[in-house]
């Protein structure tokens, strides 16, 4: 399994570090023909802003939405979120394809970063340390998004939609591998399921070949 870490600004090297651990192939994405043969990709934390700007300066902006958009994984973490969101209430360059609205710098600056124990289902029962810096939050979510984790207070912080999850906290700052282990989970299920469906189609298709002209004896 080879999986891309968006290089172009903010916490990629300890993403990569994550995925060593979990002996897979990394390769540190800054322009878009870098995007062929990945499994799957991770848009890490840093300045949203900054990482937007960059990916329209360097093509890989459309380059990521056709990515993603021809069903590969992708997992945005703070500033990722923000990226993959379709709003976020200003002007800025946004990915915009996961139906969620998020705010930046949520819950404060700098000195007001936070960690918590977070419960989440999709990763047992053990609660996941949650490393929250100058985080966002989910504000809204569509109807074919699922919310994977929740303040105390209710507040969404994490979330999948189809191929794509994201999280306003940094796995990756932790010594827990879940969160990266669940998102190489969800490329493996994706593969099941392609193979599974090429499989039906050739079932499909020799079913429906003409059947053999049956000759009778005079």
């Known amino acids: 399994m080879r999986i891309g870490v968006l290089a172009l600004q903010g916490a990629f090297r300890e993403h990569i570090e994550a995925l060593h651990k979990l002996g897979v192939e990394t390769v540190e994405v800054r322009l878009p023909e870098q995007l062929e043969g990945l499994d799957g ?12 700007k960059l990916a329209v300066k360097y093509g890989l902006q459309d380059a990521i939405r056709r990515y993603v958009m021809a069903g590969h994984a992708v997992y945005g973490t703070c500033a990722g979120m923000i990226m993959l969101s379709k709003d976020v209430g200003r002007d800025q360059p946004l990915l915009s394809l996961m139906d969620i609205k ?3 710098n949520a819950f404060g600056r700098q000195l007001d970063s936070f960690e918590t124990d977070l419960e989440i289902p999709a990763l047992g029962d053990e609660p996941f340390p949650g490393v929250f810096i100058r985080a966002p939050r989910i504000e809204s979510v569509g109807d074919d998004v699922e919310v994977l984790a929740k303040l105390e207070n209710g507040t969404p912080v994490a979330a999948r939609e189809g191929n794509m999850i994201v999280t306003a906290f940094h796995p990756e700052l932790t010594d827990d591998l879940r969160w990266h282990r669940y998102f190489l989970s969800l490329i493996e299920g994706s593969k099941d399921q392609k193979l599974q469906a090429a499989g039906t189609a050739n079932h499909t298709g020799s079913s429906q070949l003409d059947p053999p002209t049956v000759v009778s004896d005079p």
Do not use: F, Q
Not at 41 to 52: M, N, Q, V, Y
């Open 41 to 52: 990709l991770i848009i890490p934390g840093g300045e949203s802003t900054a990482i937007g």
């Open 102 to 104: 998020v705010e930046r």
